[in-house]
């Protein structure tokens, strides 16, 4: 399976700026087509904030538009959400999530992050 392990969470004022980091590895060959980074706080439902594909191309939660930003080192297996001018209503888990295929075999994978924690203070 390939394994997703976030990093970057933290505490942060409102205004302030995090960047979290999505390595992914596997000791199989792998290509990602698509990576997620979802959020989840307390009491509501798990929420797309935003998404990269191979081609680069990006998409965003209408919440998080021009706040954040999502890049990827393909050398690196590394995706990143840069977030700045965080706000209160940005505090939740970030995970991501990878979708692609094992370059040997094809075979699709659909792999989770464990999360990682962001609160933004008022």
């Known amino acids: 399976q390939v394994q997703l392990v976030e990093s970057g969470g933290g505490l942060v004022q409102a205004g302030g700026s995090l960047r979290l980091s999505c390595a992914a590895s596997?000791?199989?060959?792998?290509?990602?087509?698509?990576v997620g980074w979802y959020r989840h706080a307390t009491g509501k439902q798990r929420e797309l904030v935003g998404a990269?594909?191979?081609?680069?191309?990006?998409n965003y939660a209408d919440s998080v538009k021009g706040r954040f930003t999502i890049s990827r080192d393909n050398a690196k297996n590394t995706v990143y959400l840069q977030m700045n001018s965080l706000e209160p209503e940005d505090t939740g888990v970030y995970s991501c999530?990878?979708?692609?295929?094992?370059?040997?075999?094809?075979?699709?994978?659909?792999?989770w992050g464990q999360g990682t924690q962001v609160t933004v203070s008022s």
């Open positions: 990269v594909s191979s081609g680069d191309n990006t």
């Open positions: 999530n990878a979708v692609g295929r094992y370059t040997s075999t094809l075979r699709p994978f659909n792999s």
């Open positions: 596997s000791v199989r060959m792998f290509s990602i087509d698509v």
